[in-house]
């Protein structure tokens, strides 16, 4: 059991916790809310012994393990394998559990024995990940696990965190994610640690019903104190009521006052719309692209852009989802097809990459003013302070700045363009559950277009009425919802079918483990038997295309020494379409055996799971 009592916690004038406490229990997986900078991250380092609480106590129990994923890329060994198994007691009968973990967060199986130094920053810190995950650390701390995953890693990180066996506090923006894996919620409100069982709604619906009682029982106390005054001063000076009065004093001095609770402004975004009288906004005909170095990442994409579509982009990390918003907003040029649009249209796009044009020694407020010079200092104040930079933090500049905070005020700048059609690219990273939630709103009233490239599900949910898919090596339209997408069609790369581990609870022994691992062993079989008849289909081909290869071969030795050279050109052009034929085998084998692979690591999980 993890216990924090009285913890208070100051920088300065901020007060981030005032004699704030906990308790956690055995198994409970703990999702950690509040906005932005009130503390949760604050709490993370307190727990690892980064930073000192000012006053409170931690306990802990006796040899109890902290594990959390770290932002510090450093790498010493040959491979992301070998980096992932440090973390392993057992590393020669546990590998698996490693691969399986680098594998379900989007790395393939010829990844596994490169360095990590090959991978970008973003792949590098799910190599962390993995680490953490299969070391199974008494307590687990994920602070934003999700900001460097794309949608079919996060599907497996859910599955994963939900049979996760030991303690965990998870800080996230993504309140389906969260609820989804924790058994319950905690609060940073008002300097306290506020937690019950339950989801995020479940825990704000009971914070709002208290503040409310609260605020009527505090009127109504300010009423009766208001009462008693008027009394006390009518009847100060009259000797006769002197003792009634004293009485009143005494009363009123005892029952002391409710304070106010200050109000917390929430969010009220709002974009600036350039008005569209037409219907069709966009026409993508055939569209084509890929880089000199690789293979194309969509051909043939067609799709047209009406006045109040909302389409979103979704598939695995670096399959061509950002490249497509950059093709639509004209920073890069097709190599194939046209993209037409409308004279009237006007776009804003919110992309990643874009931070890095904003102007080093621009403060935030000129970089806001810079986009509509006629709108007035008090406004682009106001929506500064919307964006978290309240008072002088507006006139930080530019280059002082984190990654996050130059987001927002990418975010900033959009809200202030006039347009019509908006291309966002992942533009709730960097913000809290009430700043998504007022983004989310804005976007409903938003009358123009969307195309919107996001991994969260409950977002895709919640907007998308159109789908561009990049799955299995090319990019397709589905003409409907989220939801709809993965009940008919799913992702390629997943198996939804294994069993999920209920948290806590004694492991069965005896009869009931033999049970156990029968019941998941015949599960495996049926869950992964369409894909080995697929690996045992491509494995016979290729058997029988290299028999046969082997036998024109032997005939084109025999027509050579027989000198029948008509019959030798015959015999090298079937032999070389049959060799093409064994090539493109061979490929699909490597991709077919990959999918059986995970989906047998992630059975063999849950069988190591019963030991």
Request: proline share 4%; with cysteine.
């Amino acid at each position: 059991m993890i216990s924090v009592q009285g913890l208070s916690k100051s920088y300065g004038e901020q007060v981030l916790f005032d004699d704030a406490s906990f308790v956690m229990t055995p198994g409970e997986r703990l999702g950690l809310i509040g906005r932005n900078g009130y503390g949760k991250s604050t709490l993370f380092r307190i727990l690892l012994g980064e930073e000192h609480e000012d006053d409170g106590s931690i306990v802990l129990p006796k040899q109890y393990r902290i594990g959390h994923l770290s932002q510090h890329l450093r790498f010493d060994e040959p491979t992301i394998l070998d980096e992932v198994c440090k973390g392993l007691k057992h590393r020669e009968h546990e590998a698996y559990r490693a691969e399986a973990a680098l594998m379900g967060l989007g790395f393939t199986r010829d990844d596994l024995l490169r360095h990590a130094h090959h991978f970008s920053g973003g792949y590098q810190i799910r190599v962390n990940l993995a680490r953490v995950l299969v070391e199974e650390p008494n307590l687990l701390l994920l602070d934003e696990p999700t900001n460097y995953l794309d949608i079919t890693s996060v599907r497996w990180l859910t599955r994963f965190l939900r049979g996760w066996p030991n303690e965990m506090i998870l800080i996230t923006h993504d309140r389906a994610f969260m609820d989804s894996v924790c058994t319950h919620t905690m609060l940073v409100h008002r300097s306290k640690l506020r937690r019950m069982e339950g989801t995020v709604d479940k825990l704000l619906e009971q914070v709002a019903t208290e503040e409310e009682v609260y605020e009527n029982t505090r009127q109504n106390e300010e009423k009766k104190r208001r009462q008693d005054e008027r009394f006390i001063e009518r009847f100060r000076a009259k000797a006769s009521k002197a003792t009634l009065v004293k009485s009143r004093q005494k009363l009123l001095d005892k029952r002391g006052r409710m304070d106010e609770l200050e109000t917390e402004r929430d969010l009220d975004f709002r974009f600036n719309p350039a008005p569209f009288h037409a219907t069709v906004m966009m026409s993508v005909d055939d569209l084509a692209f890929g880089f000199d170095d690789g293979p194309p990442l969509m051909e043939g994409l067609s799709f047209a852009l009406e006045k109040g579509d909302r389409v979103a982009i979704i598939g695995p990390n670096g399959k061509g989802k950002t490249t497509l918003l950059n093709l639509l907003a004209g920073e890069l040029q097709p190599r194939a097809g046209t993209i037409k649009l409308n004279p009237n249209t006007q776009i804003a796009y919110f992309g990643q990459t874009n931070i890095d044009r904003l102007h080093p020694q621009n403060t935030v407020e000129e970089e806001i003013l810079a986009v509509q010079p006629d709108n007035s200092r008090t406004v682009v104040r106001t929506l500064a302070g919307m964006l978290m930079f309240s008072g002088d933090a507006a006139l930080k500049t530019v280059s002082v700045l984190s990654g996050g905070e130059r987001s927002r005020v990418l975010l900033g700048k959009l809200l202030v363009s006039p347009a019509n059609l908006l291309l966002l690219d992942e533009p709730t990273n960097h913000l809290d559950m009430p700043s998504i939630e007022a983004l989310l709103d804005a976007v409903d009233a938003f009358p123009g277009a969307v195309l919107l490239v996001t991994h969260s599900e409950m977002i895709l949910e919640r907007l998308a009425t159109r789908l561009v898919v990049f799955d299995g090596g090319k990019a397709t339209l589905f003409e409907s919802g989220y939801r709809d997408f993965l009940e008919r069609v799913g992702w390629r790369s997943e198996s939804d079918e294994a069993p999920r581990k209920p948290s806590g609870g004694p492991k069965p022994v005896g009869k009931d483990l033999r049970k156990a691992r029968a019941e998941i062993v015949a599960a495996r079989t049926k869950a992964t038997a369409a894909l080995k008849t697929k690996v045992d289909v491509i494995e016979a081909r290729i058997e029988r295309l290299e028999r046969q290869i082997d036998e024109l071969d032997e005939e084109m030795s025999e027509a050579a020494a027989e000198g029948r050279a008509g019959d030798i050109g015959k015999l090298a052009a079937d032999a070389k379409k049959k060799r093409l034929a064994l090539d493109a085998d061979w490929e699909l084998l490597e991709r077919a055996q990959d999918e059986l692979d995970v989906a047998r690591a992630e059975w063999d999980i849950k069988l190591g799971e019963l030991e």
